[in-house]
């Protein structure tokens, strides 16, 4: 692993249900999330990706966890 790769990884572990993400879904999550202009709009998103990611992982038979 290169270290900008590991790098990267953290990132995406830092993401609720990035296990669930490809790397074009990471990238524009990580978008959305810079370019919201404020701590309520970044909250909103976060809750409906959270929303999603548990929606997806329902459908695909796996369990995500709270620090996922």
């Known amino acids: 692993l290169s270290s900008s790769s590991a790098a990267s ?4 572990r830092q993401i609720y249900g990035y296990q669930m993400m490809n790397n074009a ?3 524009q999550y990580r978008e959305s ?3 919201a202009k404020t701590k309520e709009e970044r909250l ?3 809750m409906e990706h959270r929303k999603e990611m548990q929606m997806r ?9 709270n620090e996922e």
């Open 9 to 12: 990884d953290v990132y995406k």
């Open 25 to 27: 879904e990471v990238k």
């Open 33 to 35: 999330l810079r370019a």
């Open 44 to 46: 909103k998103l976060m």
């Open 57 to 65: 992982a329902k459908e695909q038979g796996v369990e995500l966890t």
